[in-house]
């Protein structure tokens, strides 16, 4: 890649993130069991919510706005079933720690910070259901969904 691209690239994700998206800061219009904002999610107090994974140091602070967050009735059913909070995942997925995505999915998130495309979120909940979030380019809604709802 050309120095041109790279500084395109690192200039696109400087901005992104110094942006954090007025939406992460706003109280969100959910369709979850209980209303969350970003401070709830996020504590800006916190200094290190997640650990290493990998070779890769996940952020403490969101890097990116949620927009609307929904939630389909499946994974829904599927959080109640296995009494985990929503919560947890979402503050998992605005602040870079994807889950359970492969090498190349993991590298199309990255971009997708500089370049706003959507980003996608695997974990597996307490009692290993499969769920995404997926996060819409122009970062206008967040959905919490079950893999075969896509």
């Known amino acids: 890649m050309s120095e041109a691209g790279k ?3 690192k200039a696109g994700l400087e901005k992104a993130r110094a942006a954090k998206l007025a939406a992460v800061d706003q109280p969100n219009n959910l369709m979850l069991p ?5 401070k709830q999610l996020i504590p800006a107090t916190a200094k290190s ?6 070779e890769r140091r996940v ?3 969101p890097c990116f706005g949620l927009g609307r967050l929904v ?3 499946g994974v829904l059913q599927a959080f109640e079933a296995s009494g985990d909070s929503p919560a947890d995942y979402i503050r998992r997925h605005v602040t870079d720690d ?3 995505v492969c090498a190349e999915d993991q590298a199309a998130n990255e971009q997708a910070l500089a370049c706003g495309f959507w980003i996608l979120s695997s974990y597996r909940l307490s009692n290993g259901t499969p769920i995404w ?3 819409e380019g122009d970062r206008s809604s967040t ?3 079950l893999p075969g709802e896509y």
């Open 7 to 9: 500084a395109a690239i």
């Open 34 to 38: 209980r209303l969350l904002s970003a």
């Open 49 to 54: 919510l997640l650990p290493v994974t990998g």
């Open 59 to 61: 952020a403490t602070r």
């Open 71 to 73: 939630a389909t009735p």
């Open 98 to 100: 994807w889950g359970d």
């Open 133 to 135: 979030l997926i996060t």
């Open 143 to 145: 959905c919490l969904l």
